[in-house]
Structures are given as structure tokens and as C-alpha cells.
């Protein structure tokens, strides 16, 4: 039997994974784009709590900070909270896509009204997603030398292992409303029954790390127009002000520089961070969507392909197996015609 093991794709796979499963996300939407409402419902979640912890920011450094601070405790609350939230609009997803899959039409409300039905998987989904989130703060400050590597590198494994389960459990719970416990132990019994054609990409970080890939240069550059235009704002809004450059840098102002005042203003950087942590904030949603619907796909395609509408089965069998052509699915292997099954 072939071993399936976890594998972190380099970033040029990242890269083309994502390209891949947005084409194809796009392909499977379109049979129903009631699979999009979750995600629009998370996307201004992630929104306004970036939001709010930067206004609250910029109040406070304007001097409300009645009005600032409350803000910052509402997109703490809220970042909290995100856990169970994000959790439900997966599982709304996970139902409409296996519906989707399945041929069945529905309506506004069907996916809010299943996971109704399951609060407590719900809950318990949340709470190990902001246990997890937790165990990776951990591997984030284990510190240096061996010990903290080895702590690291077990940390960082467990959380992308619960990434993939997760996205394996929303549809396991949703579906046939197993309980966390029940999803686990039928997650182990569906690794044995993946079909060999799949066999390599069950247990793969589907775009892994592709947040990060993105982000971290264009971030970069933000900060650093940021600062630019700290410079040319200058003192113009006196609260975000930082004071003379010379003051800050001392003794060790560079000479060309000259010798007049060079006010500095940190606006424009605390504009360049927001618009960084949305942007990360958006696309990870974007990223979990379509990471969402593949491995719910994949979940019927193993536990109810025989519950697949036919005209779908090779298009999501090629899908799953990220071939590029999904007619290709349809033709007999050369190697193989003619020969008895």
C-alpha cells in the first residue's frame, strides 16, 4: 500500500496550485454561486475587524482614546471570535458544495439551516481551530538553539497536519453529521480508500504558505512608500507626527541631509500596514474558500461518488487530481484498452 505523507510545496508550486484551484473554483461556482455567500460573509468580517483595530489606533494616537480603545477591544473580541465564526461559514460552504456536487438546486439559508442542526461540532470545531491558532503563537516564540528548533518544527507540523483535517472535518460533520470524534476516525478509514489517481495529493498542503508568498514582498513595498510619504507629509497632521529627523536620528543624522528641519510623520506607514493586513486578511479568506470547496469536493469523492451528478465526475475527478485536462479523464489509457477489469 502507498504511504501518504504530508508534504510543503516550494513556492512556484504554491504559486501554480492557486492559479489552478481558482480556475477550477471558478468552473465549480458557476453551478451554483450560492457556494460564494459564506465567503462574502467572512471577507467583511476580516474587514471590519482589520478595520477597527486601526482605527482604534488612529484614535488613540489623535488623542480619543475613549473611542480608540474601544475600538482596538472590539477587534480583539472580534479576532477572538473569528474561530467559531469562520468555522460556520465553512461548514455553509462544505453543505452547499456537496449539494452542488450532488445535482440538488438550493436557496438562500439551506447551509445556516444545516449547521443549526450541528452546534455542538460547530463549536467544538472553533475551539480546536483557536487551539491550534494558539499551538502556532507557541512555535512562533520558542525561542533559539536546538531545543527551540525541535519544539518549532513539531508545532509547526501539528498545525498545518490540523489545517488539512479540518478542511476534511467541515464536510465529514456537515455532511453526515458525524461528531468530531466519529469525523476523525472516518478521515483514518477514507485514507485507505483514496483512489490511486488521488493518492498523491491526499495529505499535500494544497497552497500552502501562498498568503505569506504573495503578500511579503508587496508588503515590504508598502512600508516603504509608507515611509517616503512620511516624509513628505511631514508635519501637516500634527498628531502623527514623529518630530524633527534630526532630533530622532542624533549625532548620527547623515551630512547630506543638509541642515534644515526634516519633519517625519508616521500616517502614511500606519496606512501602508492596514492596507497590508487586509490584504492578507482578504486573500487568506480567498485561500481558505478555495481550499474549502477542494477538499469538500474530495470528501464526496470518497465518501458519496456514487451520490456525484455523472455529468460532474471526470470534470471533479480531474479537478482533485490537478490534471490540466478534464477530458482527459474520459479517455481510455493506452497502455490499458482492451484489457479486462
Sequence with gaps: MNEQVFERPGMRDRLQQMVYLLKNTITIIGRDTGILRPLYRVLVYA??????????????????????????????LLSLYKYFYYTR???????????????????????????????SQARGLGWASLGFA?????ADDSGGGIKGF???????????????ARHFLAPAVTVDEYSLREGAEQLKTLRNAVPETLVGVFGVDIAGGVVRTILGPISLGLMLLGIVLGFWVGDAVPAFS???????????????LGDGPIPVSFLPLLIAVWLGCLGSAVLGRLVDCMKNIYFSIFYMRLAHIDEITPDLQAQLDSYLAMTEDAADSDRPDPDTAGEPT
Design 47 to 76: 474587514v471590519i475587524m482589520t478595520t477597527a483595530f486601526f482605527a482604534g489606533i488612529a484614535l488613540c494616537v489623535a488623542g480619543s482614546w475613549g473611542s480608540g480603545m474601544l475600538l482596538i477591544l472590539i477587534a480583539l
Design 89 to 119: 461559514q465553512r461548514m455553509v460552504q462544505s453543505w452547499l458544495v456537496a449539494q452542488t456536487v450532488r445535482g440538488h438546486e438550493t436557496v438562500p439559508g439551506d447551509g445556516r439551516k444545516r449547521v443549526k442542526q450541528m452546534k
Design 134 to 138: 494558539w499551538v502556532k503563537s507557541q
Design 150 to 164: 525541535v519544539i518549532r518544527l513539531v508545532l509547526v507540523g501539528l498545525t498545518e497536519i490540523w489545517d488539512l
Design 242 to 256: 514623529l518630530g524633527d529627523l534630526r532630533d530622532l536620528l542624533g549625532a548620527n543624522t547623515p551630512a547630506f
